[in-house]
């Protein structure tokens, strides 16, 4: 049961990594139109700290998959990181404060149905 903690922790990190980094590039605004200013913009970025920490939840959320394919087959293992849209989308929504649609709500359950059936097999 504890390799799942492999599992867990990749979806885990990913989805911090992903609503981190959102967070903090929504707060600095549109991507600038001029080449010089994009370099600025993105230099920006790669030096803030917390798109550091989403970076590292990146690397984190690798060393994990690592760890998982030592365990699993990747045909059960890698469905399941599908969770990760389902979190991503859940916390957006709380967090972010994101639109919530019907499509993207029958998204997320075709999602988790998918899940099921490809890990029965």
Known sequence: ?????????????????????????????????????????????????????????????????FAAMTKFQLSFAYPILSLAFVLVLVFSIILLHEPVSLPKFLGVALIICGIFVATRG
């Open 1 to 65: 049961m504890s390799d799942y903690l492999y599992i867990v922790s990749t979806i885990v990190f990913t989805t911090y990594g992903q609503l981190i980094m959102k967070w903090q590039v929504s707060k600095v605004g549109p991507l600038p139109e001029r080449l010089s200013e994009k370099l600025l913009f993105l230099a920006t970025l790669l030096f803030n700290p917390w798109i550091i920490s989403g970076m590292m939840g990146a690397f984190l959320a690798m060393l994990s998959w």
